[in-house]
């Protein structure tokens, strides 16, 4: 999956806790996204990141908060998980943010928040 | 808010048979991209085509676009079993900042 590792695969947390997911990539892409991925929703994005320490709101920000210190990494906090953040969390990159600029995902996290 | 839709939700076909998905859109765009994703995997990019383009072909797929009516296609000739898969349109709408816009998907299943 186009050098882009996100971690931990599979998490199942308790409503009220707070939640990071981790994506790594290898490819020096400067930009890097976070999608959540519903029945019923397709793919909707939460954050997105256009360098160390840059991000910016998607279109379903509320309940997340994101963290990029170093290029490789780009970290999603569920600072109080609840149910509704059940779903599969995908992690993409791009070179640059140009028009036709095509994304890279990885593979996803299942996360269930009971 | 989604930007595209694609049509149908479902579509199961014999192998050797064509396959079409149609994606529709509602505000201008830069370029529509379609995307393939296997069972508990992430996206995979198949093709773009651009605003000024109609036609794109790549090995045995063939998209199209007509902005006119807002809506692109995607055609996979002569499927696979392999070719079993959720398609996606995204769009990059003029004003979005480049960002994609997702829809909900096409789920493809191609029969032995």
């Known amino acids: 999956d186009a050098g882009i590792t996100q971690s931990p695969r599979h998490k199942v947390t308790e409503t009220g806790t707070p939640v990071t997911l981790r994506c790594h990539q290898t490819e020096n892409h400067r930009y890097m996204y976070w999608y959540r991925q519903d029945p019923g929703h397709g793919l909707r994005l939460i954050h997105y990141s256009y ?21 490789e990494d780009f970290l999603l906090t569920l600072e109080s998980a609840t149910s509704s953040q059940t779903s599969v969390y995908f992690c993409a990159i791009s070179e640059s943010n140009g028009s036709g600029e095509k994304l890279f995902f990885g593979s996803g996290t299942q996360l269930s928040v009971l | ?10 579509l199961s076909i014999q192998e050797g048979e064509n ?10 765009i830069n370029n529509l991209q379609w995307y393939r994703q ?6 995979v990019h198949l093709i773009l085509i651009r605003s000024n383009e109609r036609e794109k072909h790549s090995g045995r797929l063939r998209v199209t676009l007509d902005t006119s009516k807002k809506s692109s296609s995607l055609l996979i000739t002569a499927s696979r079993a392999a070719d079993t898969a959720s398609y996606f349109c995204a769009t990059d709408a003029r004003g979005s900042n480049y960002k994609l816009t997702f829809g909900k998907g096409t789920l493809l299943t191609v029969n032995p």
Do not use: F, H, I, W
Not at chain 1, 60 to 69: A, W
């Open chain 2, 19 to 28: 396959a079409t998905m149609n994606c529709s859109y509602k505000t201008s």
């Open chain 2, 1 to 10: 808010s989604q930007q595209g839709e694609e049509d149908p939700q479902a």
């Open chain 2, 38 to 43: 296997n069972s508990g995997r992430g996206l």
């Open chain 1, 51 to 71: 360098g160390v320490k840059d991000t910016d709101k998607g279109e379903v920000s509320d309940g997340y908060s994101v963290s990029r210190s170093k290029t």
